[in-house]
């Protein structure tokens, strides 16, 4: 079970995560202040439409936030081109939109 978690998580990161521009919230949904912090993810990734939004609970399973770089969370992962550009772990809306 544990091996094919893990192919449906590489599947995820490869497919999904990594197949463009975008930025990845990597956060604990256990944790409210991270909770509250994702809808101002949304809301940067609406003002800057060519990034996808992919969100990362580390609750759940901390496989793709390795796979980010993301050794803890809260932070977030910008993507260009495929490749993991920057990880953020100031989580304001500042530091995110310059990074962008």
Do not use: W
Not at 7 to 13: D, K, M, S, V, Y
Not at 49 to 64: F, I, N, P, Q, W
Request: glycine share 6%.
């Amino acid at each position: 079970v544990m091996a094919e978690k893990y192919i449906a998580e590489r599947e995820i990161f490869e497919n999904q995560i990594m197949a463009g521009d975008g930025i990845a919230y990597v956060y604990n949904a256990a944790e409210a202040d991270q909770r509250e912090f994702l809808r101002v993810i949304e809301e940067i990734a609406q003002t800057h439409g060519e990034y996808a939004c992919h969100k990362v609970d580390t609750y759940k399973s901390d496989c793709l936030a390795r796979l980010l770089g993301c050794e803890s969370g809260p932070a977030v992962a910008v993507i260009r081109e495929g490749k993991v550009e920057s990880i953020i772990c100031e989580l304001n809306r500042e530091a995110i939109e310059t990074a962008l």
